[in-house]
């Protein structure tokens, strides 16, 4: 079963309000990673945008890295940095750093950073 996530403008769930979806692309995957695609632009007619997502993402925040790409030039956006010391692994406790390229949305990797959780959990 491949889960798939709708995020939309505030309540709204119209199509003209939707911000981008997030897919997992690889069902068979240890690892969490999503392609995120942004809503089609109605004038455009490029092709390479209906085959490739526009962002890609791998890994959890929790155990493991979690990174953003922009698949075409490979670009990294965002990723998580952890703060291990073996006092937080013996409470229980953990701590870590998101990492924003300049002109990144953090909102936008936020809610990846929710969705991959999500995805983790359902696991």
Same mark, same amino acid.
């Given at each position: 079963?491949?889960? +798939?996530?709708?995020?939309?403008?505030?309540?709204?769930?119209?199509?003209?309000?939707?911000?981008?979806?997030?897919?997992?692309? +690889?069902?068979?995957?240890?690892?969490?990673?999503?392609?995120?695609?942004?809503?089609?632009?109605?004038?455009?007619?490029?092709?390479?945008?209906?085959?490739?997502?526009? !962002?890609?993402?791998?890994?959890?925040?929790?155990?493991?890295?979690?990174?953003?790409?922009?698949?075409?030039? +490979?670009?990294?956006?965002?990723?998580?940095?952890?703060? !291990?010391?073996?006092?937080?692994?013996?409470?229980?406790?953990?701590? !870590?750093?998101?990492?924003?390229?300049?002109?990144?949305?953090?909102? !936008?990797?936020?809610?990846?950073?929710?969705?991959?959780?999500?995805?983790? +959990?359902?696991?």
């Amino acid at each position: 079963m491949r889960y +798939n996530w709708e995020v939309y403008k505030g309540e709204s769930t119209e199509s003209e309000d939707l911000l981008f979806s997030a897919k997992e692309p +690889n069902i068979l995957s240890l690892k969490t990673s999503l392609d995120v695609t942004l809503p089609p632009n109605q004038n455009s007619t490029d092709i390479i945008s209906s085959i490739e997502p526009d !962002f890609r993402t791998f890994g959890r925040y929790i155990g493991s890295s979690f990174k953003l790409f922009e698949p075409i030039h +490979n670009t990294l956006l965002a990723e998580v940095v952890h703060d !291990f010391t073996w006092g937080g692994l013996i409470k229980g406790s953990y701590s !870590f750093k998101v990492r924003v390229n300049p002109y990144v949305d953090f909102a !936008f990797v936020v809610a990846l950073l929710v969705i991959a959780d999500d995805t983790s +959990n359902l696991r």
